[in-house]
DNA sequence: TGCCCGCGTTTGACCGGTCAAATGGCGGGG
DNA sequence: CCCCGCCATTTGACCGGTCAAACGCGGGCA
């Protein structure tokens, strides 16, 4: 009867009922439809349960609803070296978005593509979790087909991408191409006549999506292009720093570098150094993600912000949607200007807005006709 | 009867138990203790098993067995700009570890100090998780005082500081003072005579730890401390850079600083840059954690790494030990030489052996003897 | 006055496992 | 030859919720 043994000894939903005098269901009640209690019973429940101090048991729930209250997230296992892009605020995010309704994040390890698949499969089979947030997608992610053909709920941190019109998930992504885009507009404006691009290869439709941007600017300012983008392997300073000696080798070089991401941005700071010069100063020079990177360094490194809140809210809505419906959410990036390239930003919030909702209309709505497989 | 509906209509053990002709108790002693049954039953149970593609559903198993197979673990809520201490591989190496168990890391957020504790209380009432590992620890959290108190089995990442005597529960780290002197010993040895130290104040016993190491070094070596270590409020690269000038700015400056932490020594380089030094050059640096940061600015950074693999291993080895049991485990940190201050390891593997099993025998074993009061 | 309807509440069954006690078959010792 | 004990296996109860159907009750309408 201490209150030690209260606390401890796990307050059941029966025994509310009693302390209550009412029964099981009607607590049950008092808690998942207030509206269908007498108010008067529904004040008497409530106060019986803050006196015993009742939470609910969250397995036997998951049992009785066949919902876990989970969504599962797989961390991705990343090399040394690899500074991963804000992967830590993202889950912050997304914890604190999820709390909001009552559900937490679950963590997994899982290999990248297919192999990794079975992991997914376990979980889902297991019951642990009602569903999974992606992120480090690329284009033709194994992922995506096989969670949408077995119906499994997800949402992508990456476009899925659904080119040959097949619908392959909802996602939410932040818009490269206008970012990278707005960079350019940006050091134009400052008299930047030449203007590189260290970009990445393979099949991350990220790369190609920001390459796009930083190309659509160069032209409709009549800037070059050609000989002026190179595209690195992975993600790793050094790289960047070999793409930038690339660009800065040529016979006119850039005088300014936009960088598909922080890591590379740093390669491609070492590599003006390494040449004796001072970034910011005689290289412009920028990257992607805002990662703490960009303001630990010197000089401070102007870099496009990832909009995390938001992100994580935007999943959050698109995993509460009905099963069967897909949808794309292309929000902004921010660009952070600082010493390594001064930008003032020229989009105002009302273009970025408008583009937002464009984006998301054109996903909006579209419905997988999946149903009678069901059965 | 399709492969689809096998897969999604949850398999459940009865089905599986009908399936080989044998009792449902059968079933769940093929998965939790086939050393009871007959090898031939076994082996027809496991080929159900697998035919059936057969996994226990967790929500069920937790609430027959009390224990959610979950351990919770607070996403530190960092202010922007500051750069998190390698969170990120640590949470991999978690949740990698967390699985060789059967168990996965469930992420939750909660405001620091005493206003985040009934965020614990809250999981651990609705039975969500079994138990937590702290990170971002400091000497006085009064989450050690108030799990041990409640019987909630947690590992904290980062000394609980039994000072009074009284268990505060298990705990790993990384031995700082160990590093920091071995660092202090590698700058002496390349001939430095003035090594200056970035340290934070307040509460955090790393810090502290840290500090020590330094001192003693020094001290052993015959170097001044005096003026020569500086106490930051806390963890940004203004401060670290603040803290810098301080130390250059004296009569005798010195000719390497030794940060407690990446940021600072960003910091620290951001001021040598900033007087017209070169770091590495003019002034070596050195930082701690080896983020990320470390190996990506230029020049590279000096750090010291974290055994997080060994450290998540730890953690879950003490989580699994009985209830009631409390231990403290001291783990070597390694020195990650670079271009900013050229450190030879001094310590061989076998010192640093040591040191660490004769700090983990100290505290193995003690008992706290509150099971009287658990009826 | 009697019947039906709807609301608020209660009851029994169920989710899918595990625990503990009961069962049956077999071999060994008295 | 019978009884005992051990082992492998089975059975019933239970974990703590939720669902769906059943219940009692008062008001509106015929």
């Known amino acids: 009867m201490t209150q030690r043994s209260i606390r401890h000894q796990a307050v059941t939903l029966r025994q509310v009922a009693a302390h209550a ?11 998942n439809a207030p509206h269908r209690l007498e108010p008067a019973t529904l004040a008497k429940v409530i106060k019986a349960i803050d006196e015993l101090r009742y939470r609910p048991n969250r397995s036997a729930r998951s049992l009785s609803t066949g919902s876990a209250g989970l969504i599962g997230y ?22 604190a978005a999820m709390e909001t309704v009552g559900r937490h994040v679950l963590l997994f390890t899982a290999p990248p593509g297919e192999a990794g698949l079975s992991m997914y499969a376990d979980l889902i089979a297991q019951r642990a979790v009602d569903g999974f947030v992606l992120s480090d997608t690329d284009r033709d992610d194994p992922r995506h087909p096989w969670l949408t053909e ?53 099949r991350l439709g990220a790369a190609k999506d920001r390459r796009n941007g930083w190309r659509d600017a ?3 300012h009549g800037l070059p292009i050609a000989g002026m983008s190179v595209a690195c ?12 000696h690339l660009l800065l080798d040529r016979p006119k070089p850039p005088t300014a570098i936009v960088a598909i991401s ?15 010069g001072r970034p910011g100063t005689d290289v412009a020079v920028t990257g992607f993600d805002d990662t703490p990177l960009a303001s630990a ?10 909009p995390v809140v938001e992100i994580a809210a935007t999943a959050l809505r698109l995993l509460e949607a009905p099963t069967g419906t897909s949808e794309g959410v292309l929000l902004p990036g921010t ?41």
């Open 21 to 31: 005098a009412v029964s099981r269901q009607t607590v049950s009640n008092a808690i």
């Open 74 to 95: 797989c961390i991705p296992q990343r090399s040394v070296g690899y500074a991963n892009s804000m992967m830590d605020s993202f889950l912050h995010a997304l914890s």
């Open 150 to 202: 077995r119906d499994i709920r997800f949402v992508s941190f990456g476009r899925t991408w659904p080119e040959d019109g097949q619908e392959r998930g909802s996602w939410v992504d932040v818009d490269g191409a206008a970012a990278c885009s707005a960079i350019v507009d940006g050091l134009h404006a400052n008299g930047h006549e030449r203007i590189g691009f260290v970009g990445r290869r393979g």
């Open 218 to 220: 160069c032209v409709r």
């Open 233 to 244: 392997p992975g993600d790793t300073v050094a790289n960047g720093e070999r793409a930038a």
């Open 262 to 276: 922080d890591v590379f941005a740093l390669g491609v700071m070492r590599a003006v150094i390494d040449r004796g």
């Open 297 to 306: 360094v010197t000089p401070a490194l102007t870099s496009v912000r990832q």
């Open 335 to 375: 660009i952070v200007s600082r010493d390594s390239a001064d930008i003032t930003t020229t989009l105002t919030p009302a273009d970025v807005r408008q583009r937002n909702v464009a984006a998301h209309r054109q996903q909006a709505g579209l419905k997988r006709d999946r149903q009678e497989n069901k059965k």
